[in-house]
């Protein structure tokens, strides 16, 4: 496949975080087999998810590096796939991606079936780079990538042996004398590869007889050899990849050779890794609907349909710990995840299926998640988007956010439910959520987070029902803090500590401490299934347990927020048999429809029948 690099970001349907304005090949499951395999050049592809704030902080990164070695494209392509996309999800699954964002590097001419090497992150680009580098040495070293430029260090302390085996045009030769760990002398050869006529040659310090015959007795230095043997020491002030490609270059453009336009200068992508969000939308944010705390039906369902169908399958084997915490996670979704009749049913019944098994592979548990939907459909809303969890950009917001408001809602309900239970256990549904944290989200840096605050605290703070409403609530308060003007903050959804002032003044005293009761009281009256607002639910869903009073409230916090939402299904309380009110109205307005029909039609049958008689009688008389 021939493609040029815009070309394939032309062909991607989604670009995730990737758009056309990056060097970043955007890969997916259509394109990644027939782009990745068998080729002359190596792949090194980023594979993340677009929900994932690590990932949205590593993607300038990213798009520099690709940016960065751009001009090595024929030894080696950066590439990203966004397993968030769900015609990916399952590709992800085939190549065992259990956090995001995760580096495969992928040799020159590998076959269908390679995996791909795990390579490390780094905290920069530079490191990234670096690692890079290495897996091209490995190659060459491993005889594959003959055609790319040689990057293996020259030996001979004979300089003719240069000239052995190169094109006749070739002129010039230059030496990069540095020590064996140095990668200057790769990345300048890689940089500079397509410059015609030229050959670029890495001498280690160890090749001591060459360094003395050309008299290099300083680490990184530079020769240049013509083949008419003459030798020029070319000084360069620093030793930065970028002088060193600068000094060959206008050696080169002083004997007039033909450099191709841009060769060996980085175009650095620019982006910011600071947030977006100024003061003044964090003051506006003050008085936005966010303040209401609306919890929806919609993003609750997202939230566990992602959970189940993408996030939990992504695992090739689920068993020991990793099965523990499914198992959790499905018991406390049974018990109080807010849904309807067939959603509860769906949810006891792979609870069910799952509770004995010992061992469990991640795409039999998709299809047994599967099968019981098609079964028992519809079992969720099914709409198109997120509404209180829509961010302002799709990158934004959505899954994290829903996940949150999920455990919340798990937290809270326990509590209200059965928190006056004296067996309660106060920790179940914050042990299930620390589970499904450490094993399945896919935020590798979130769930290192989560895991660190658990450990300090959770056990030893949780003591009462009321406090895993406030432990989960703190420790979301913290991950506010730390992500303050981070560069996944969405500019319409600022961080804050939550509730703010405005939506609960009755949550601080006034030296602007919480006052956890009150908290508490917030907490329990957002986050109560009561309080879920059920808009933009499937029309053939039920709504059960909503009282006509908790319709009122909601639609009266709907009002007060200004949003222009159809309050749709809430008051229809379910009756037996499976109708409901406005079934039993149609009825007794049809039944009263044909039964006034059927009077009219018998009274003009009496008209007709008396003014017929009138006519014959007044006929008979005539003719008499
Ligand atoms: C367990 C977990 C750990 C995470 N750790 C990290 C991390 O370490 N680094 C990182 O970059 N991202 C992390 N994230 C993602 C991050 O916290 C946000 O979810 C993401 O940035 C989306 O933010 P958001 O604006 O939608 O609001 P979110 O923080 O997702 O909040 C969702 C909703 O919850 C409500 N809410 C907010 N605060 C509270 C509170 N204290 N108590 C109750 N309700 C509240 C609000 O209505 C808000 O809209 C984590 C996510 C989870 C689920």
Redesign the pocket.
């Known amino acids: 496949l021939k493609l040029e690099d815009k070309s394939y970001n032309d062909l991607a349907k989604s670009h995730g975080l990737y758009g056309s304005d990056t060097k970043v090949i955007v890969l997916n499951v259509t394109n990644f087999k027939k782009s990745v395999y068998g080729t002359s050049n190596a792949w090194l592809v980023e594979f993340y998810n677009s929900?994932?704030?690590?990932c949205?902080?590593f993607a300038p990164m990213w798009s520099n590096l690709a940016a960065d070695v751009h001009d090595w494209r024929d030894v080696i392509k950066i590439a990203a796939l966004d397993c968030a996309d769900d015609d990916n999800n399952p590709f992800c699954r085939e190549y065992e991606i259990m956090h995001y964002p995760s580096l495969r590097f992928f040799s020159a001419n590998s076959k269908v079936g390679i995996l791909g090497t795990e390579v490390e992150k780094g905290k920069t680009e530079e490191d990234i780079r670096h690692n890079l580098v290495h897996f091209l040495k490995k190659e060459q070293l491993e005889g594959r990538g003959s055609n790319w430029p040689n990057i293996i260090p020259y030996r001979s302390n004979d300089v003719l042996n240069l000239w052995k085996n190169v094109p006749e045009s070739t002129r010039f030769a230059f030496l990069i004398f540095e020590e064996k760990e140095s990668y200057l002398g790769t990345e300048v050869i890689l940089d500079l590869h397509s410059i015609k006529n030229i050959q670029i040659r890495r001498v280690i310090n160890e090749n001591e007889a060459l360094c003395k015959l050309m008299g290099v007795f300083t680490f990184p230095s530079l020769v240049v050899l013509e083949r008419s043997q003459n030798v020029f020491p070319l000084k360069v002030e620093e030793n930065s990849r970028v002088l060193f490609c600068k000094q060959i270059k206008s050696f080169l453009q002083e004997h007039k050779v033909l450099l191709p336009e841009n060769i060996g200068n980085p175009i650095a992508y620019s982006s910011s890794t600071k947030s977006i969000v100024s003061t003044k939308q964090r003051e506006h944010f003050e008085n936005a609907v966010?303040q209401f705390?609306?919890?929806f039906q919609v993003d609750l369902e997202n939230t566990i349909q992602y959970s189940l169908k993408s996030e939990i399958p992504v695992r090739k084997f689920i068993s020991g710990h990793p099965l523990e915490a499914l198992k959790k996670y499905l018991s406390v979704l049974v018990k109080y995840f807010p849904t309807y009749a067939r959603g509860r049913m769906f949810l006891e019944k792979l609870k069910f299926k799952v509770q004995d098994l010992s061992t469990l592979k991640g795409q039999i548990f998709l299809e047994i998640v599967e099968s019981l939907e098609a079964e028992m459909k519809p079992v969720f809303s099914n709409s198109d988007g997120w509404l209180?969890?829509k961010?302002s950009e799709k990158r934004?917001?959505?899954?994290?956010?829903?996940?949150?408001?999920t455990?919340?809602t798990l937290t809270t309900n326990a509590v209200i439910e059965n928190g006056n239970d004296p067996n309660f256990n106060s920790l179940e549904v914050l042990e299930a959520?620390l589970g499904y944290?450490t094993h399945f989200?896919g935020?590798q840096?979130?769930?290192?987070?989560?895991q660190e605050m658990a450990e300090k605290s959770m056990r030893q703070n949780v003591t009462s029902p009321e406090q895993s409403v406030l432990w989960?609530?703190?420790?979301?308060?913290m991950?506010?803090k730390?992500?303050v003007a981070?560069l996944?903050?969405?500019p319409q959804?600022?961080?804050?500590?939550?509730?703010t002032e405005k939506a609960c003044p009755a949550c601080r005293g006034p030296d602007g401490r919480w006052i956890t009761e009150q908290v508490l009281a917030y907490?329990k009256q957002?986050?109560s299934r009561h309080s879920i607002v059920h808009v933009g639910v499937m029309e053939n869903q039920r709504v059960e347990n909503v009282a006509k009073a908790d319709t009122l409230h909601v639609q009266a916090k709907l009002i007060g927020t200004g949003m222009n939402y159809k309050i749709g299904m809430v008051d229809k309380k379910r009756l037996g048999w499976n109708f409901n009110i406005f079934d039993i109205s149609l009825c007794v307005v049809l039944y009263a429809g044909s039964a006034v029909i059927l009077i009219l039609v018998f009274i003009k049958f009496i008209v007709r029948k008396r003014y017929r008689k009138k006519a014959y009688i007044h006929d008979l008389l005539g003719k008499v």
């Not at 929900?51 to 690590?54: E, F, N, Q, R, V």
């Not at 917001?397 to 949150?404: A, D, K, N, T």
């Not at 840096?445 to 989560?450: D, L, M, P, V």
């Open positions: 929900w994932c704030g690590a949205q902080r966010e705390g609306l919890v209180g969890c961010g934004y917001r959505g899954y994290p956010c829903g996940l949150w408001i455990f919340h959520m944290i989200f935020c840096e979130c769930s290192r987070h989560f989960l609530w703190s420790a979301h308060n991950v506010n730390r992500l981070d996944t903050e969405d959804h600022p961080k804050v500590q939550f509730p907490l957002m986050y």
